[in-house]
T-cell receptor, first 110, second 114 residues
Framework: DSGVTQTPKHLITATGQRVTLRCSPR?????VYWYQQSLDQGLQFLIQ???????AKGNILERFSAQQFPDLHSELNLSSLELGDSALYFC?????????FGPGTRLTVL | GENVEQHPSTLSVQEGDSAVIKCTYS??????FPWYKQELGKGPQLIID?????GEKKDQRIAVTLNKTAKHFSLHITETQPEDSAVYFC?????????????FGRGTSLIVHP
């Protein structure tokens, strides 16, 4: 158990809808990273937050957004969902360079 | 940007044999190289890591080597067991403005036959 929690574990929704994925980092970790894992693209970095502020952006679509709250939990918002957004979404937390991953949320868009 | 190549994509061994997974990276600024094990339905789990000021690191049956000049690093698992069966990912990370963004390899599916 990494100490990082994610909810929900599974999410099934329809195209065009909006969903919110939640992540709670390990105690004391200020950084939260979001990743998308799909069969064809592998593990792709989306966005990083550090102590409530956006710190780095990767291959994140404009339809996707994230935020980190004062209690350091983070949410990833995915809107106008398309079939191709079906994937595993992971968050990871860190204090320095070592990242610890949560169990992920499996998103299925029908 | 950074590019990480990982080989092989699939590795099948008999229990007790050794397994070696190799990765190459392109950006000489990368200085931190973690390895993750991902079991079916779970998130990636950090199993070992190495930093650019070290050439080799060992933890029980797992070892990682790093050749900065050639820009490649490898994971060695000795005395493999069926529970080692999983997908293994390497990553190359560099620090930029307080961010440590890893670039991952495509993964190696290790199958250990009893």
């Amino acid at each position: 158990d990494s100490g990082v929690t994610q909810t929900p574990k599974h999410l099934i929704t329809a195209t065009g809808q909006r969903v919110t994925l939640r992540c709670s980092p390990r105690s004391g970790d200020l950084s939260v990273y979001w990743y998308q894992q799909s069969l064809d693209q592998g593990l792709q970095f989306l966005i990083q937050y550090y102590n409530g502020e956006e710190r780095a952006k990767g291959n994140i679509l404009e339809r996707f957004s994230a935020q980190q709250f004062p209690d350091l939990h983070s949410e990833l918002n995915l809107s106008s969902l398309e079939l191709g957004d079906s994937a595993l979404y992971f968050c990871a937390s860190s204090r320095g360079d070592t990242q610890y991953f949560g169990p992920g949320t499996r998103l299925t868009v029908l | 940007g950074e590019n990480v190549e990982q080989h092989p994509s699939t590795l099948s061994v008999q229990e007790g044999d050794s397994a070696v997974i190799k990765c190459t990276y392109s950006d000489s600024a990368s200085n931190y190289f973690p390895w993750y094990k991902q079991e079916l339905g779970k998130g990636p789990q950090l199993i070992i890591d190495i930093r650019s000021n070290v050439g080799e690191k060992k933890d029980q049956r797992i070892a990682v080597t790093l050749n900065k000049t050639a820009k490649h690093f490898s994971l060695h698992i000795t005395e493999t067991q069926p529970e080692d069966s999983a997908v293994y990912f390497c990553a190359a990370t560099f620090a930029s403005g307080g961010s440590y963004i890893p670039t991952f390899g495509r993964g190696t599916s290790l199958i250990v036959h009893p």
